[in-house]
Each structure stands twice: as C-alpha cells, then as structure tokens.
C-alpha cells in the first residue's frame, strides 16, 4: 500500500549537478528510514545513501561521500539526493527504499518498499 516515486534524473555533463527526489505516497509511518541505491549498467545494485526518520543518522557510501547529500521534508514524506560533482561513473537508474525499522541499513534485504527508479546519465 506504500507507493515510492522516483524524479529528477536526467541527462548531465560531467561536474554538474542533480537533485533526485523520492515521494510516498498511500500508507505511511510515523518513523522510517529511507536509503538510495543505484543499478549501473553491467553491475549489480549498490548501496548509495541512507538517512533516518529524525535525520540525526546518515550514511554514504565510500563512491560518494563527500559528493552527494541525503535529506529528508517528513512533512511531505519526501526524501532527496543532492548529486554535486557527478562524474560518468554515477550513471546508473537510482532507486529509492523506505525502512519501516526507521534504522539506516546498507543492506537490500532492510529495506520493505522501492521505487521504480529514475535514470540519471553522466557524459564525459
């Protein structure tokens, strides 16, 4: 009954920026943590950033740290992933997960409902 919709990605040149943003919509909890991963093209899906329901706990992973940024409007049930410094690397579909345990996990396993993922593509 949890419905996660990905936006914002696009195409970009590398160095540039975007802002991925993940809307819930139908049922939602008081507490949850929500996480991104992204499929590139020819690996297998990785853990990219997670943050608590509070936003006290965040975690990225190494790829990214310092680069991206997760944040979260729990008014609107909204989280984002700010993409700054992006290089062709980063292309990938990027799909975001809700956590009902509201703990940030690395792990697809933790994560109860996703997205359908957005594409975003990095050019040399």
């Known amino acids: 009954q949890v419905q996660l919709v990905e936006s914002g990605g696009g195409l970009v040149q590398a160095g540039g920026s975007l802002r991925l943003s993940c809307a819930a919509s139908?049922?939602?909890?008081?507490?949850?943590?929500m996480g991104w991963f992204r499929r590139a093209p020819g690996k297998e899906r990785e853990f990219v950033a997670a943050?608590?329901?509070?936003?006290?706990?965040?975690d990225y992973a190494d790829s990214v740290k310092g680069r991206f940024t997760i944040s979260g409007d729990n008014a609107n049930n909204t989280v984002y992933l700010q993409l700054d410094s992006l290089t062709p690397e980063d292309t990938a579909v990027y799909y975001c997960?809700?956590?009902?345990?509201?703990?940030?996990?690395?792990?697809?396993?933790?994560?109860?409902?996703w997205g359908q993922g957005t594409q975003v593509t990095v050019s040399s």
């Open positions: 139908g049922r939602t909890f008081s507490r949850y943590a």
């Open positions: 997960a809700a956590n009902r345990g509201g703990l940030v996990s690395r792990k697809y396993a933790s994560y109860d409902y």
């Open positions: 943050i608590s329901w509070s936003g006290r706990s965040r």
